[in-house]
């Protein structure tokens, strides 16, 4: 894991663990984000991110353990923890009588901000999320799309160094995602350390430095996301022959190639990106021409997808 700052970590869990009745949520799991990080915490449905979210933003009893935000215990020391986290829930939780101006404001209160300095704040973050025309509506009149903006927004309002979000692109079409990932990378920049949770792995690929995968509550890597996908072993070749194969050439037989008559193709995985002109040169050497090149670089969800499988 590589850190930015010095200081406390934003974030560190130690030996969490929460039960609803005999279910184990989440299992003894220790955790670090560095100050500044963009930090991915990935994991099937029902692993146990919501609730590592909660119980770090309070809104969880935890049965175990001790969690610190830039080194302050958010049980003991509670009101200065709580203060430097945003939360971007996966759910609405808005109050839908109030005004999403007003949403923002309330929002502040919670943390004993208020005044002035507070609605320039609100209006100031609902023009650079596109809101600044609905400032005076309820939630209810928003598109999917805005109450996503309006989530973070929310969350932004009093100015946290730590922004946990929770699946924030979960259903939002491909331009609002775009958007909302310059939105983030920009707020990253600025300094805010970033936690995301999604399920969309090519999203947490792009985005975050480290990941964290959970399963039934338990943490099953952590790592540098370019360490992470070392772990790839998928990448493949495909080379597609002008003629049907006599026999397999031999450096290739030895790296366990597959060939299909009905295609013409021979298969090779687990190639490195740097074999892969050697690997086309012996083909040619046996005397075949190349009708057709596909080389398929593994991507997080493989890495991800072998981690379940075990
Ligand atoms: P998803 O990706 O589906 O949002 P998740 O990783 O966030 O999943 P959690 O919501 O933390 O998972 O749930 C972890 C486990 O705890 C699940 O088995 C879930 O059913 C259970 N659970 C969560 N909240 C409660 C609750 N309030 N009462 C009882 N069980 C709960």
């Not at 919501?50 to 935890?62: D, E, S, W």
């Not at 209160?109 to 509506?137: H, I, P, W």
């Not at 996908?229 to 495909?238: E, V």
């Amino acid at each position: 894991m590589s850190g930015f700052r010095e200081g406390p970590p934003a974030l560190r869990i130690e030996h969490l663990s929460k039960h609803y009745g005999t279910l184990v949520a989440v299992d003894d799991i220790c955790l670090q984000v560095a100050q500044g990080d963009f930090f991915g915490f990935l994991g099937p449905n029902g692993a146990g991110k919501t609730t590592t979210i909660n119980a770090i933003v309070g809104l969880a009893k935890i049965d175990a353990g001790r969690i610190d935000i830039f080194g302050n215990d958010n049980a003991r020391d509670w009101r200065v923890a709580r203060r430097l986290v945003g939360l971007a829930p996966q759910e609405y939780n808005f109050d839908r009588f109030l005004s999403i101006r007003d949403i923002l404001i309330y929002q502040a209160g919670y943390y004993g901000l208020s005044g002035e300095g507070v609605r320039r704040r609100a209006d100031v973050l609902l023009e650079r999320f596109g809101l600044a025309s609905k400032a005076r509506d309820t939630y209810l009149k928003l598109s999917g799309g805005m109450k996503r903006r309006l989530t973070l927004a929310r969350a932004l309002i009093h100015e946290p160094r730590l922004l946990i979000l929770d699946e924030p692109t979960a259903g939002v079409d491909v331009e609002l995602r775009i958007e909302l990932w310059g939105m983030l990378r920009e707020l990253n920049a600025a300094g805010t350390t970033i936690i995301l949770t999604t399920h969309y792995l090519e999203e947490a690929e792009s985005m975050c430095r480290n990941i964290a995968i959970i399963e039934a509550g338990c943490i099953v890597a952590m790592d540098s996301t370019v360490a992470l996908l070392a772990r790839r072993r998928h990448d493949a070749l495909s080379v597609t022959l002008d003629r049907p194969l006599a026999v397999m050439p031999p450096e290739l037989a030895a790296r366990a190639a597959r060939y299909d008559p009905a295609t013409r193709t021979i298969f090779l995985d687990r190639l490195a990106p740097a074999d892969v002109p050697a690997a086309l040169a012996v083909v040619e050497k046996a005397g075949y021409e190349l009708a057709d090149v596909e080389f398929k670089r593994a991507s997080l969800q493989d890495v991800f997808l072998d981690l379940m499988r075990k």
